[in-house]
């Protein structure tokens, strides 16, 4: 996160590797280091995404100015990164939860589109249009695609429970000195994502009762193709 751990390797990519495009991933867009790779990735004219989590929002006009594209993911809260749970099993079992939620509400999913069109204009020898994006739980739910409602509002209710830990942790890691406070509340954020993750869990679940969850594999060309039925074809 400082910028000298990130200067070297940002250069290596757009000076030594140039590729078409690059997708820049990480933690808090505004923080000194992914700013100091803000400002090389600019520089370079290559074109670039940045994918963050929601203290990306105080910067995302920025970003627009200096001609990046981004997404910014509001579920993906940060861990509680006290040292009573940076244990490797906490820090693993957290993420595993992250990853239920970003791929289940439908977060993933938006992702997933921003880059295929992104990689769509490059092969067919475009400009490709950066993406501009934050995602909310409207919009993610939508782009999942959910049959039965139930499932979509279990989803909405998941994303925006792993919002609020993200709340919850920075409270419990920066505002709070005391261990005996400080402890419950992140150890109480990590509950809140234990519970969004099993909501998602649940809405699949449904999806899966009713025959009707959205699939979207590539083909051996690359297109993004689409499914529900568990045993049609992707088209």
Same mark, same amino acid.
């Given at each position: 996160? &400082?910028?000298?751990?990130? %200067?070297?390797?940002?250069? /290596?990519?757009?000076?030594?590797?140039?590729?078409?495009?690059? !997708?820049?991933?990480?933690?808090?867009?505004?923080?000194?280091?992914?700013?100091?790779?803000?400002?090389?990735?600019?520089?370079?004219? !290559?074109?670039?995404?940045?994918?963050?989590?929601?203290?990306? @929002? *105080?910067?995302? &006009?920025?970003?627009?100015?200096?001609?990046?594209?981004?997404?910014?993911?509001?579920? =993906?809260?940060? !861990?509680?990164? *006290?040292?009573?749970?940076?244990?490797?099993?906490?820090?693993? @079992?957290?993420?595993?939860?992250?990853?239920?939620?970003?791929?289940?509400?439908?977060?993933?999913?938006? #992702?997933?589109?921003?880059?295929?069109?992104?990689? &769509?204009? !490059?092969?067919?020898? /475009?400009?490709?249009?950066?993406?501009?994006?934050?995602?909310? %739980?409207?919009?993610?739910? +939508?782009?999942? +695609?959910?049959?039965?409602?139930?499932?979509? #509002?279990?989803?909405?209710?998941?994303?925006?429970?792993?919002?609020?830990?993200? =709340?919850? &942790?920075?409270?419990?890691?920066?505002?709070?000195?005391? $261990? %005996?406070?400080?402890?419950?509340? #992140?150890?109480?954020?990590?509950?809140? @994502?234990?519970?969004?993750?099993?909501?998602?869990? %649940?809405?699949?679940?449904?999806?899966? $009762?009713? =025959?009707?969850?959205?699939?979207?594999?590539?083909?051996?060309?690359?297109? *993004?193709?689409?499914?529900?039925?568990?045993?049609?074809?992707?088209?």
């Amino acid at each position: 996160m &400082d910028p000298e751990s990130v %200067e070297d390797v940002t250069k /290596k990519m757009v000076e030594d590797i140039k590729p078409d495009f690059i !997708i820049y991933v990480g933690p808090n867009p505004a923080a000194p280091g992914p700013k100091k790779a803000r400002e090389i990735l600019s520089q370079s004219g !290559i074109p670039t995404i940045i994918i963050g989590d929601a203290p990306g @929002l *105080r910067v995302k &006009d920025e970003m627009e100015q200096q001609g990046l594209g981004y997404i910014i993911v509001k579920c =993906d809260p940060m !861990i509680g990164a *006290r040292r009573e749970f940076l244990d490797p099993v906490e820090m693993a @079992l957290f993420n595993a939860d992250v990853i239920r939620v970003v791929a289940g509400t439908g977060a993933l999913r938006i #992702v997933q589109e921003a880059i295929d069109k992104v990689i &769509d204009a !490059i092969k067919e020898g /475009k400009e490709p249009e950066l993406p501009r994006i934050v995602i909310n %739980e409207e919009k993610a739910v +939508e782009a999942m +695609e959910f049959t039965n409602p139930y499932a979509k #509002v279990k989803a909405m209710a998941a994303f925006v429970i792993a919002e609020k830990v993200g =709340d919850v &942790d920075v409270k419990g890691c920066f505002m709070t000195k005391e $261990a %005996e406070k400080y402890i419950p509340i #992140v150890a109480s954020a990590h509950e809140m @994502l234990r519970y969004a993750a099993k909501l998602v869990d %649940e809405a699949r679940e449904l999806e899966k $009762a009713m =025959d009707a969850v959205s699939r979207k594999p590539h083909s051996t060309e690359g297109k *993004r193709l689409s499914k529900k039925a568990l045993m049609e074809k992707p088209q």
